[in-house]
């Protein structure tokens, strides 16, 4: 168990710190966390509390926000406008596609309603091979969800293998 896990959440930045071997106290960790930000970073970052986006409120005229709301708008396509894109595009029906998938219809329908679905990867990689993809349309789905097949990953290599292989599970 590390010391300092850092957790990613939606609305903000969450640091979970757990006990030290040495028995250090929570107030003391964060005191420690924050001087020690301060030296790598030679500015004090708010990670604390607050959304993503006020530490970048809060360095001022060194962060160009247009160029940060330009990036944000070449968003591409979500993993829910993809799914349903490449579903639309096989000719087959939802329940066809989600039952192929071994998906439940309930995490369908919440795909379906919600443009920001954030799928696990092994859901994404169900519906590659429930929808009979080929790789490239296997990788962008798995990039819509911000995912990518990995050879270090086992269970990467049998899916990419069912790909190739055309093999329905």
Same mark, same amino acid.
């Given at each position: 168990?590390?010391?300092?896990?850092?957790?990613?959440?939606?609305?903000?930045?969450?640091?979970? *710190?757990?006990?030290?071997?040495?028995?250090?106290?929570?107030? $003391?960790?964060? !005191?420690? +966390? =924050?001087?020690? @930000?301060? %030296?790598?970073?030679?500015?004090?970052?708010?990670?604390?509390?607050?959304? *993503?986006?006020?530490?970048?409120?809060?360095?001022?005229?060194? $962060?160009?926000? !247009?160029? +940060? =709301?330009?990036? @944000?708008? %070449?968003?591409?396509?979500?993993?829910?406008?993809?799914?349903?894109?490449? *579903?639309?595009?096989?000719?087959?029906?939802?329940?066809?596609?989600?039952?192929?998938?071994?998906?439940?219809?309930?995490?369908?329908?919440?795909?379906?309603?919600?443009?920001?679905?954030?799928?696990?990867?092994?859901?994404?990689?169900?519906?590659?091979?429930?929808?009979?993809?080929?790789?490239?349309?296997?990788?962008?789905?798995?990039?819509?969800?911000?995912?990518?097949?990995?050879?270090?990953?086992?269970?990467?290599?049998?899916?990419?293998?069912?790909?190739?292989?055309?093999?329905?599970?």
């Amino acid at each position: 168990m590390s010391l300092l896990p850092v957790i990613m959440a939606t609305k903000g930045l969450i640091i979970d *710190i757990r006990m030290g071997k040495n028995g250090m106290k929570k107030e $003391i960790l964060y !005191k420690n +966390l =924050e001087q020690y @930000l301060g %030296r790598q970073y030679k500015r004090r970052i708010p990670m604390l509390s607050g959304t *993503i986006l006020e530490p970048i409120q809060r360095f001022g005229p060194d $962060i160009n926000m !247009k160029s +940060l =709301e330009a990036l @944000l708008k %070449r968003r591409g396509e979500s993993f829910s406008e993809c799914l349903l894109r490449m *579903i639309d595009k096989s000719g087959r029906t939802d329940a066809d596609v989600y039952n192929a998938a071994h998906i439940d219809r309930r995490v369908f329908s919440k795909i379906r309603s919600s443009k920001d679905y954030q799928p696990k990867k092994e859901t994404a990689m169900a519906f590659c091979i429930g929808l009979q993809l080929n790789m490239d349309d296997a990788k962008q789905l798995l990039g819509s969800a911000g995912y990518a097949f990995s050879n270090g990953s086992r269970q990467d290599l049998i899916v990419q293998f069912f790909i190739e292989h055309k093999i329905m599970i």
